[in-house]
């Protein structure tokens, strides 16, 4: 067997336990679930956005909370911000990949929405944009970094910069987190 398949699984399992070790960072997450709670219960969306295997986790993330997650409930009002792929490419192509987030957001949030913003670097230019035009327009952010929080650690009203520089440990405790987050949601908001 190769070595290397058990050093990743020690290695993303390492990460996992600094998170369950740092108390503060837990808090975070809890924090994080209940701003989500909150702004659903309001009559607020939470809007992802990230780009690659973070798009792919902001799209998982977001179903789960429009879908169902545990148990059969009515549907929230989530959405990735890179699904629409004509808006997607137009504005890319007119406007700038920076601002494809940003300019969508202005047209679809509301003061009280939370956006969720996935950078493993914390540096992705169109998902800072995007954090930076939440704050103008009075939405709450939560950044899901890797360890250093990158330019999103400025703008982000809670940061969960996982403990790695290793992007695909990294991935791997976002979709954790994500999932600890969406169930946290659910229970909030159905007690079911």
Do not use: W
Request: hydrophobic letters at 40%; proline letters at 2%; glycine letters at 10%.
């Amino acid at each position: 067997m190769d070595k290397r398949i058990i050093q990743s699984i020690s290695d993303s399992v390492s990460v996992k336990q600094a998170i369950l070790g740092n108390a503060a960072f837990l808090e975070r997450v809890q924090s994080a679930a209940d701003m989500i709670a909150e702004s659903l219960r309001n009559g607020g969306r939470v809007h992802f956005c990230g780009n690659g295997g973070s798009a792919s986790d902001a799209q998982h993330l977001a179903a789960e909370l429009s879908g169902r997650f545990y148990f059969d409930r009515p549907p929230l009002n989530a959405e990735a911000l890179h699904c629409n792929t004509s808006y997607l490419t137009a504005v890319g192509n007119d406007y700038g990949y920076d601002i494809v987030f940003s300019r969508l957001l202005q047209g679809t949030s509301k003061k009280g929405d939370v956006v969720v913003g996935i950078s493993t670097s914390g540096n992705s230019a169109n998902v800072v944009k995007a954090f930076e035009t939440a704050k103008e327009m009075g939405l709450k952010t939560i950044a899901m970094t890797g360890a250093s929080g990158g330019e999103m650690r400025k703008t982000a009203d809670i940061l969960l910069n996982v403990p790695s520089e290793d992007t695909p440990r990294i991935q791997e405790s976002h979709i954790m987190l994500g999932h600890i987050i969406c169930e946290l949601v659910e229970k909030n908001l159905f007690k079911s």
